[in-house]
């Protein structure tokens, strides 16, 4: 066997089928891959190339020559917040090659000297699934992600690198929609965290990073409208008192979003094609579990989250098949039943036409509920 050993940098451009969602998206378009040798045509850019087949042989899976710390690394092209990462490792043998392995995300191209994302891999300690999926910090931001098997010997084998994160807009990942919990009765415009979780469950998370309010319909900045705030902060959210203002005057009616990245019950669109339970698995791979819809606001979150991501699709898998009785199951064991669910239905479904729950769209009654064949292929929703 020969081996090919190159001392400079393998530079290899990628050029994908990007797939990009509202609030993630996978990052690694038209990036360099590089890594630190190359064993035959085992390339850097392999482990971008789209493909995530875990079998060796089958030419998608990377391959270094075996040395002290191999290492791989993907130049994003400009710094942004990465959320997690998700490594595909072989499957046909040597899983435990990737002992040791650990994932860095930070601005310098000398990746070893930037910050870890995640836990080392640790096969002493754990099992590990083909993917493995490396949290990083939260906010934390980078150009470069980069793999090397810390301080051990071998070759570094990737069979797919995947990126999640995105642009940071005003200071967060992935801000909730603007949510307004009351218009001031008891001459109180309660926006506090506690209230935002009664009224929006699906939306909001009990510990949020961000906070900003305004006012509603002239989307003053609340530093700006002149008003004292019981609460504005991150411990309680956001409370207006009209016995706190000036003059007799009364609070104006202020909405708040709040920062939740990670942390909430967000909708993420795939504009993929796949059967029900492929989208169960596909959801997982990225980190994320299958979104579920089980009331009005789940359902308005998800659409708005469609409508935004410019998606023209006519079905979206959720999650949720029926069972006995036409209870609705979710994949991590809860239920509705169909009767609570009902409203939230197309007009005549469900008819029985399938077990799996999905989003249909019909000319003049918009995107609702509709049971269908499991087995065909339709885009989804995953939530974070
Ligand atoms: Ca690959
Ligand atoms: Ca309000
Ligand atoms: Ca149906």
């Known amino acids: 066997m020969e081996i090919k050993k190159t001392f400079t940098l393998v530079m290899c451009m990628a050029s994908l089928v990007h797939v990009c969602y509202s609030g993630l998206c996978e990052l690694a378009e038209d990036t360099v891959a590089t890594q630190s040798s190359t064993l035959e045509d085992a390339s850097a850019e392999r482990a971008i190339d789209g493909n995530d087949v875990n079998i060796y042989n089958m030419g998608s899976c990377t391959q270094t020559s075996a040395e002290h710390q191999p290492w791989w690394m993907v130049d994003l092209g400009r710094s942004q917040i990465v959320h997690h990462v998700v490594v595909t490792n072989?499957?046909?043998c040597c899983e435990k090659?990737?002992?040791g392995a650990v994932v860095t995300v930070?601005?310098?191209a000398d990746h070893l000297a930037n910050p870890q994302c995640g836990n080392q891999v640790d096969f002493e300690k754990q099992s590990y699934d083909s993917k493995i999926k490396f949290l990083c910090d939260e906010n934390q931001v980078g150009r470069y992600v980069g793999v090397y098997l810390k301080d051990r010997h071998g070759p570094l084998t990737l069979c797919e690198v995947e990126v999640y994160g995105g642009k940071k807009v005003g200071g967060c990942l992935l801000w909730t929609n603007w949510m307004n919990n009351n218009d001031k009765s008891g001459n109180v415009d309660n926006e506090t965290i506690s209230a935002s979780l009664a009224t929006y469950p699906d939306t909001m998370c009990e510990n949020p990073t961000g906070i900003e309010a305004r006012t509603v319909g002239s989307r003053i900045p609340a530093e700006s409208s002149n008003q004292v705030f019981a609460e504005y902060n991150l411990e309680e959210g956001f409370l207006c008192r009209s016995a706190d203002q000036a003059q007799g005057q009364n609070?104006?009616?202020y909405e708040v979003?709040?920062?939740c990245a990670g942390g909430g019950n967000n909708a993420v669109v795939i504009a993929e094609k796949v059967s029900h339970s492929e989208a169960v698995g596909k959801c997982e791979s990225k980190g994320m579990s299958m979104y579920k819809v089980h009331d009005k606001t789940s359902l308005a979150h998800a659409l708005s989250t469609i409508n935004q991501s410019g998606i023209a699709a006519n079905n979206f898998w959720i999650d949720g098949t029926f069972g006995k009785n036409?209870?609705?199951?979710f994949n991590e064991g809860t239920h509705a039943s169909l009767e609570d669910m009902k409203p939230l239905f197309h007009r005549g479904e469900p008819n029985g036409s399938g077990d799996c729950l999905h989003f249909w769209y019909r000319s003049g009654s918009g995107l609702s509920?509709?049971?269908?064949d499991c087995d065909v292929n339709q885009y989804y929703l995953c939530m974070h």
């Not at 036409?326 to 199951?329: A, G, Q």
């Not at 509920?369 to 269908?372: A, I, M, S, T, V």
């Open 369 to 372: 509920l509709d049971d269908g």
């Open 97 to 99: 090659r990737l002992d």
């Open 326 to 329: 036409r209870r609705i199951n």
């Open 251 to 253: 609070c104006f009616d």
């Open 257 to 259: 979003r709040y920062c």
């Open 90 to 92: 072989r499957g046909d």
């Open 106 to 108: 930070g601005d310098t």
